[in-house]
C-alpha cells in the first residue's frame, strides 16, 4: 500500500491506495473506503510494483499518485479518535448529514437515555442536537469538537 498527503481547498486528505484492477481503485480516503474510476489505467508494466496491488489487501506501493481521490471525498481532517472504534461493542449512533463536531456531552462510561443529547454537529451554520437512539452505556467515542465528519461516519457506540 502507497499512502499520499494532499491538501484541498485548505483541508488535509490522507488517500491510500489498497488496490488496482484497471480503471478502478480502491482507496482510503482519511480511513474511510471509496472505489473510485480513474481517466485511464495505469500500466501496470510501467509501475511493476503496480501488479502487486491487484485483489489484495497488503499491497506494495503504487508510485503514481491518483490524483482523483481527495475529489470523492467530503472535507474529513484526519485527526484521533478518542477511543478506538474496535475496542467498541454496541450499536454505532452515525452522522445524519456531514458538518463538524461542536461539542460530545458524553464520556466513554456514561449511561444515556433514549432521546438524550450526546452531541453536537454543526451543519450548514446551524447546530444540530444528536441524540441517543437507544438507552445503554456509551462503550466508543469516535470524535473530537473539531473534527469534521461525513454522513454515515460512526460518532459513538451505545451498548
Excluded at 61 to 77: G, K, N
Aim: aromatic share 2%.
Amino acid at each position: 500500500m502507497k499512502t499520499y498527503k494532499y491538501k484541498v481547498q485548505g483541508v488535509d486528505y490522507e488517500v491510500e491506495i489498497t488496490e488496482v484492477e484497471g480503471k478502478i481503485a480502491k482507496v482510503n480516503v482519511n480511513g474511510i473506503p471509496f472505489e473510485i474510476e480513474m481517466q485511464k489505467p495505469i500500466n501496470a508494466a510501467k509501475h511493476p510494483a503496480l501488479a502487486a496491488t491487484r485483489r489484495t489487501a497488503s499491497a506494495a506501493p503504487v508510485e503514481t499518485p491518483v490524483a482523483a481521490a481527495p475529489a470523492a471525498a467530503a472535507p474529513a481532517p484526519a485527526k484521533p479518535a478518542a477511543q478506538p472504534a474496535a475496542a467498541a461493542s454496541g450499536n454505532a449512533l452515525k452522522a445524519p448529514l456531514p458538518g463538524t463536531i461542536t461539542s460530545v456531552n458524553v464520556k466513554v462510561g456514561d449511561t444515556v437515555a433514549v432521546g438524550q443529547v450526546v452531541l453536537v454537529l454543526e451543519a450548514m451554520k446551524m447546530q444540530n442536537n444528536i441524540e441517543a437512539e437507544q438507552a445503554g452505556t456509551v462503550t466508543a467515542i469516535n470524535v473530537n469538537p473539531g473534527d469534521a465528519v461525513m454522513e454515515g461516519s460512526v460518532l459513538l457506540t451505545i451498548g
